[in-house]
């Protein structure tokens, strides 16, 4: 347990309804009730899990701050397994930096990004993929997105982690019998049987790496780039596209330029629609600054979705387009079929389109539209998704951790089959156990912790 109490804003800052004041630790309840004042109870009468009324005042000056409501948490039963004070304010930039202020006045300090749910893994509530996920869920973009998070936290991937872990350790066990006994060979029998445990445990890691590339994808989104010529109907597109599906909109920020990233939620997989900005300006963008900015567009790009008029032949323009998505994933777009006199050659589209799948589609009519997002699901995962698994892995920290384990259990394999000395088997064994560890936070070192909760959001 820590021994000093933090605080933080737990709501974002802005207006809003509510905003909380979380406060942890074992001065929770004595500092906040300097600051809290109710007529319904005194500090000693607070119950867990109860909200009650009151005001938050300041204590030098007798003033009232806000009139809020106050929720006192008895450790364990809380989410950091301390002693938690959540003060429930209004929801306004200065009520809430008021009340936190007098709380950090009390000798409480301010909490770190992360550190509540940084305490919940210390404390032992969590483990380390479980409070990833909490990141996770907060920052999911669609709704698979979010189902991948609960079952995460839940606990899911954990426990088909654990069981692996506790398997290898079974083999770890028969192996180091034969330690203990070196003048003793691993009989044959013994070693088969390792082999063909070790084998089906390889198979379990193996196929949670195959499917950690689409879960990377449902957790992370990918960027795409829609090119194309001036009036190709690359904004009608993004506008039909985002008008369907109600996409997220934010701010992007370290950039130059105010970036609007706008996320279209293609069957559960958000795509990040790159230099929005530059397709809705009316004006001719690549007659005005050239091709520079659709390159620097699918450059930034995992996908690259050119759109080409069937109203219009091939261009030059066109070849320059298809030729910037190089090697990239790609879907080449015809739009504007439902007109009925249409240029464009198929034929010749094929020939430049190179292997690529082509679709034919009218974003002002809405054709073709499901059948896009048909392929371009299909295309990013490549056909290897299964979301029934309710532990799919999302994080590629996750996916590098299996990948070490799986390294490391083959090599004990194969140094079984290969009548290696038992001892160099166990090391990798242990190597194993390790690197799966990691994903569970069993076996991480302080620095990986510090890192991954940086990355978390005050408050939480
Ligand atoms: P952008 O410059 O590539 O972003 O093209 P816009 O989306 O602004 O569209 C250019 C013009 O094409 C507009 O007048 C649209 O109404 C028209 N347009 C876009 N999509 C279609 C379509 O599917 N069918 C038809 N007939 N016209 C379209």
Not at 130 to 152: F, H, M, N, P, Y
Not at 206 to 233: Q, T
Not at 276 to 296: H, S, Y
Request: one cysteine or more.
């Amino acid at each position: 347990m820590q021994e000093d109490t933090i605080a933080a804003i737990s709501t974002p800052l802005g207006e809003g309804g509510i905003g909380i004041v979380r406060i942890s630790g074992p001065e929770a309840l004595k500092v906040s009730g300097k600051i809290f004042k109710s007529k319904r109870a005194g500090l000693k009468e607070i119950k867990s899990h109860r909200m009650i009324y009151g005001h938050v005042c300041d204590r030098l000056t007798g003033e009232v701050v806000d009139e809020a409501l106050f929720c006192y948490m008895k450790a364990p039963h809380s989410y950091t397994r301390e002693d938690i004070v959540e003060i429930n304010c209004h929801g306004g930039m200065v009520p809430l930096r008021k009340t936190l202020e007098l709380v950090l006045a009390e000798g409480v300090r301010l909490a770190e990004a992360g550190e509540f749910s940084k305490r919940a893994f210390l404390n032992g509530r969590l483990d380390l993929a479980q409070a990833e996920s909490v990141i996770d869920l907060i920052r999911s973009k669609t709704e698979a997105g979010l189902k991948l998070a609960v079952s995460q936290l839940k606990g899911d991937l954990s426990k088909k982690i654990r069981e692996i872990q506790d398997k290898i350790l079974g083999i770890l066990a028969q192996v180091e019998v034969n330690i203990d006994f070196p003048e003793d060979d691993l009989e044959e029998a013994t070693g088969k049987d390792i082999i063909c445990a070790g084998e089906v445990l390889l198979e379990q890691i193996k196929s949670l790496i195959k499917g950690a590339d689409a879960g990377i994808i449902y957790r992370e989104g990918v960027k795409a780039a829609i090119v194309g010529k001036p009036n190709v109907g690359k904004s009608s597109l993004l506008n039909a596209l985002l008008r369907e599906k109600r996409a997220i909109v934010t701010d992007v920020p370290g950039t130059t330029r105010d970036v609007i990233e706008e996320i279209i939620n293609i069957k559960g997989i958000p795509l990040r629609i790159i230099d929005t900005a530059g397709l809705r300006e009316t004006e001719d963008l690549v007659e005005k600054i050239g091709m520079e900015r659709t390159r620097e567009a699918t450059d930034r790009a995992d996908l690259v979705l050119p759109v080409l008029d069937a109203t219009e032949g091939l261009s030059r323009e066109d070849f320059a387009v298809l030729a910037l998505a190089g090697a990239k994933k790609c879907l080449v777009i015809v739009n504007k079929i439902d007109v009925q006199d249409k240029k464009i050659d198929m034929e010749d589209l094929k020939k430049l389109a190179g292997g690529r799948k082509i679709i034919c589609i009218s974003a002002e009519q809405g054709t073709g539209l499901a059948e896009l997002e048909d392929m371009i699901a299909d295309l990013l995962l490549c056909g290897k998704v299964d979301q029934s698994d309710s532990y799919m892995v999302t994080n590629i920290r996750h996916k590098q951790a299996l990948e070490k384990a799986a390294f490391h259990l083959s090599e004990a394999i194969s140094s079984i089959k290969g009548m290696v000395p038992v001892d160099i088997v166990a090391i990798d064994l242990r190597e194993a156990w390790e690197a799966l560890g990691e994903i569970t936070g069993m076996s991480v070192t302080d620095d990986l912790i510090e890192k991954i909760f940086k990355d978390f959001c005050v408050g939480k």
